[in-house]
């Protein structure tokens, strides 16, 4: 009997925690990752956008002096040249400086700094306009025109300066907070970025342990598996060796059995009928008058019972087969049974005996003993195939029926007869195919090489 290998019983339940564990901690570095990713990105996407409207509100304020001097230097033109087409300039910025003035006080903040230095430029603006009308309108600058024109646009440089300044101030400001976020997200995407490495390699780690936990097992699982089929071979070879010797030892019991009914029962059947014979030729036809109906009714009744001595022996240890061959057995079988069911049957059988062994011969006759009984019990068929050939160096016999079929793999564990044609098969190292389906028959092949040794032997 093989021996059972050793088994451990790993710690799986720990390795599970562990596992699940540093999987949930993963998880958890991976999300804060992606959270102090996205912060540090929008941060700066935000330090972006400052920066651009900061550029943008210093540019409309550089927009509004550059349209003022324009408009004076298109007016100093007219002046110096009576010719109108230098007040093209100072048309257009009249055009687009209330659009300039409305873009300024759309950029400033609702506080009381930003909405004095909006009205201090939008005065400026106008009484520079003013001035630049009334130039326009007289034809030549006032006496103190260009004094205040000068001390106007000063003013005005002065104010736009000090509220660039202001916007310059708050962008820088923003840009140091944003500098100071980025800076700070940083430190912590290096140290959710270092946390995750880590955990990569605790990862590596335990998954090196779970691979050589595995090889253990499943080297434990493959010598668990060669020892349940070392010891299933050998239940198995077993339990065929003693199957084998049931069968031997039934075949040798209905010999014997055979010889014991023909020898003593038969003889004393034999027996017993010549001497009722012998009483009834002797006695007075006058005295045998009266009891003729029971001397008549003994003789066919000690008939019936050689008959059926008879019938149990060939039974037993069917006396064709061991006189005559398989051939001329299968013939009486298959004759007698559709003699019997009243089934139509179809004989294919070679004209000459085979070359088996008793055995082979004996194994191949009692699977055509069950499936014929078989049939008349349970299939009610109305045509029956019985054929033996010989070709390729093999033995086959082949039974078919047009009967009721069944599922073979339903049959039920406490049906030997199917499980008995297998077996015999496997004897003589050959095989038995049933195949059957309800509603169309039944079809059974027992294939078995044409040179075997006796089951004696073997």
């Not at 070392?230 to 070879?237: F, I, N, W």
């Not at 009744?301 to 051939?327: A, H, N």
């Not at 059988?349 to 011969?361: C, R, T, V």
């Not at 010989?390 to 069944?406: H, P, S």
């Amino acid at each position: 009997m093989p021996e059972h290998p050793p088994t451990t019983e790993p710690r799986r339940s720990l390795g599970r925690h562990w596992r699940g564990l540093l999987l949930g901690l993963g998880a958890a570095l991976v999300t804060a990752l992606l959270v102090s990713s996205h912060w540090q990105a929008t941060a700066s996407l935000g330090a972006l956008r400052q920066l651009q409207l900061q550029a943008e509100r210093t540019g409309r304020l550089d927009s509004l002096l550059i349209q003022l001097v324009d408009a004076e230097s298109g007016v100093r033109g007219y002046l110096l040249s009576g010719e109108r087409a230098y007040l093209e300039p100072y048309l257009n910025s009249l055009a687009t400086l209330d659009y300039t003035l409305e873009d300024i006080r759309q950029d400033l903040a609702p506080t009381p700094e930003d909405q004095n230095a909006l009205a201090q430029i939008r005065g400026l603006v106008v009484l520079k306009k003013r001035l630049l009308a009334d130039a326009v309108s007289r034809g030549r600058p006032g006496p103190e025109g260009s004094a205040e024109g000068r001390r106007y646009m000063n003013d005005l440089r002065k104010a736009v300066t000090e509220h660039k300044g202001r916007i310059l101030a708050r962008g820088q400001r923003s840009l140091d907070a944003s500098i100071a976020h980025v800076d700070a997200t940083r430190w912590v995407v290096l140290i959710l970025a270092g946390g995750a490495l880590l955990l990569l390699v605790l990862l590596f780690v335990m998954g090196q342990r779970q691979l050589r936990l595995r090889e253990r097992i499943a080297d434990l699982l493959r010598r668990e598996n060669r020892w349940l089929d070392e010891l299933v071979q050998e239940r198995t070879a077993e339990l065929s060796e003693l199957a084998s010797y049931l069968t031997r030892t039934r075949e040798t019991e209905q010999a014997r059995l055979a010889r014991e009914l023909h020898d003593e029962l038969g003889a004393l059947l034999t027996a017993a009928r010549m001497d009722t014979a012998w009483l009834v030729r002797k006695l007075d036809p006058d005295a045998l008058a009266p009891h003729r109906e029971r001397f008549d009714r003994l003789l066919e009744t000690l008939d019936q019972g050689i008959s059926l001595k008879r019938r149990i022996i060939d039974d037993l240890q069917p006396p064709l087969l061991r006189e005559l061959g398989l051939v001329v057995a299968l013939r009486s079988l298959a004759e007698d049974f559709a003699e019997r069911s009243g089934a139509e049957l179809h004989l294919d059988l070679p004209k000459g005996d085979l070359p088996l062994s008793a055995e082979a011969a004996l194994a191949l006759y009692r699977i055509a003993q069950e499936a014929l009984t078989n049939i008349r019990r349970h299939a009610g068929a109305r045509t029956v195939t019985v054929a033996l050939s010989c070709k390729d160096e093999a033995v086959q016999l082949r039974i078919e029926d047009d009967g009721t079929g069944f599922v073979p793999a339903r049959v039920g564990r406490r049906h030997y007869g199917l499980a008995g044609m297998r077996h015999r098969m496997q004897m003589f190292s050959g095989v038995c195919e049933i195949d059957s389906r309800p509603g169309a028959g039944t079809r059974i092949r027992a294939r078995l090489p044409l040179v075997v040794e006796s089951a004696s032997v073997s």
